[in-house]
């Protein structure tokens, strides 16, 4: 089913989604990768304050390519998720409300998702180059020094993603795949 979204994500939007929807995204996202992740795991551990309010809002594992003229943004596909796995539930228990990127994520990101009401998505890799034209605008907000994994808040509009792990424990990748072996 196919789903026209508002982000940043409220509770009952997010509770809503199901593994599989196809969902259209559009307003305001941010992008973090391994680096951002872990300074911003260092700066809660060291009692400061995040550059991003986490609530309600969505990460996008992203770093882009430089953008061509006239363009906000470069290719801008997904990072594999996993590599956030050690931060995500942290920052899900501070009001973060979607991630999206690809492959599967561990358990403990699938719990804190289900405890948070929370969602994460997919976004196709290798499409990056086609992702980029949902990609409106695009500002460095934080971390400027880490180059393309600095935190940036991007404005989306129809940005194709599909749930995969939803907040009553559903995961697309396991359910796709007893569906394929039931078929076979």
């Known amino acids: 089913m196919d789903k ?13 989604l199901r593994a599989g929807d196809y969902v259209y995204l559009t307003g305001t996202i941010y992008t973090a990768r391994d680096a951002a992740h872990k300074r911003m795991q260092e700066t809660l551990e060291a009692g400061g304050k995040l550059p ?3 609530k309600n809002n969505v990460i996008y594992y992203m770093g882009p390519s430089p953008a061509r003229e006239g363009r906000p943004i470069g290719s ?9 796995d050690k931060y995500a539930p942290a920052l899900l228990d501070l009001g973060l409300k ?4 690809k492959g599967k994520r561990s358990q403990a990101v699938k719990d804190a998702i289900v ?13 990056g180059a086609l992702l980029s034209k949902a ?6 907000i934080a971390y400027d020094d880490l180059g393309t994994e600095a935190i940036r808040r991007l404005e989306v509009e129809n940005f194709p993603v599909i749930v995969v792990n939803d907040c009553q424990g559903n995961d697309l990748y396991e359910t796709a795949i007893r569906a394929y072996n039931r078929e076979g």
């Open 4 to 16: 026209y979204i508002s982000v940043p994500l409220s509770d009952e939007d997010a509770r809503s």
């Open 52 to 54: 991003v309010d986490m």
């Open 76 to 84: 801008a596909g997904p990072t594999t998720a996993s590599r956030m």
């Open 98 to 101: 979607g991630m999206i990127g």
């Open 115 to 127: 405890r948070n009401g929370a969602v994460y998505f997919a976004a196709v890799g290798g499409a």
């Open 135 to 140: 990609i409106v605008k695009s500002e460095v």
